[in-house]
T-cell receptor
Framework: EADIYQTPRYLVIGTGKKITLECSQT?????MYWYQQDPGMELHLIHY???????EKGDLSSESTVSRIRTEHFPLTLESARPSHTSQYLC?????????????FGEGSRLTVL | GENVGLHLPTLSVQEGDNSIINCAYS??????FIWYKQESGKGPQFIID?????DKRQGQRVTVLLNKTVKHLSLQIAATQPGDSAVYFC????????????FGKGTLLTVNP
């Protein structure tokens, strides 16, 4: 089992609220990722990080932001949530070096914006 | 654009049969491929990977085949069990992509008892 944790698992909030999705891993991985996944659909990369103080935008444009102040922590923030942000957000990590290799995923945070 | 996609969105098999899940990719620069299994309400789990210098790789009850000529990837599951019911995604990584994985659309595998 991968040691990567996401909270909250489920979140229902109103439009305009600020939310932060937490992601932590205890494997010491340098690389971390956020993917967005709608039900029954593929995963789209929205943010990634290669280490502390490194953050990059992914392939899918997102209004969310991320930070990487500590190796083990990669939170995602939405300043003002909208119904279009309703989705599942999956955090992942992998070891640096060679190919990206195996990504270890968290259980996901399912966000519903009313 | 370049993408990774699946031939069939759903697959239904009888318990004990072999399952084959297919995936097509369009970028010849893709050099590393992974199959993931995602059960309902969970994050994807690694199943097996293969590098582009290989044609076949076997794991426990699973085999991945790579045909670079037609840019096709398949996952074979032997003696499919009810616990194999899940969505299966293929993902590819390209040289120079900074280790990013691009995921395909997924195939829902249903195993009938």
């Amino acid at each position: 089992e991968a040691d990567i944790y996401q909270t909250p698992r489920y979140l229902v909030i109103g439009t305009g609220k600020k939310i932060t999705l937490e992601c932590s891993q205890t494997m010491g991985h340098d690389k971390m990722y956020w993917y967005q996944q709608d039900p029954g659909m593929e995963l789209h990369l929205i943010h990634y990080s290669y280490g502390v103080n490194s953050t990059e935008k992914g392939d899918l444009s997102s209004e969310s932001t991320v930070s990487r102040i500590r190796t083990e922590h990669f939170p995602l923030t939405l300043e003002s949530a909208r119904p279009s942000h309703t989705s599942q957000y999956l955090c992942a990590s992998s070891a640096l070096g060679g190919h990206g290799g195996e990504l270890f995923f968290g259980e996901g945070s399912r966000l519903t914006v009313l | 654009g370049e993408n990774v996609g699946l031939h069939l969105p759903t697959l239904s098999v009888q318990e004990g049969d072999n399952s084959i899940i297919n995936c097509a990719y369009s970028n010849s620069a893709s050099d590393y491929f992974i199959w993931y299994k995602q059960e309902s309400g969970k994050g994807p789990q690694f199943i097996i990977d293969i590098r582009s210098n290989m044609d076949k790789r076997q794991g426990q009850r699973v085999t991945v085949l790579l045909n670079k000529t037609v840019k096709h990837l398949s996952l074979q599951i032997a003696a499919t069990q009810p616990g194999d019911s899940a969505v299966y995604f293929c993902a590819e990584q390209r040289l120079g992509s900074n280790y990013k994985l691009t995921f395909g659309k997924g195939t829902l595998l249903t195993v009938n008892p």
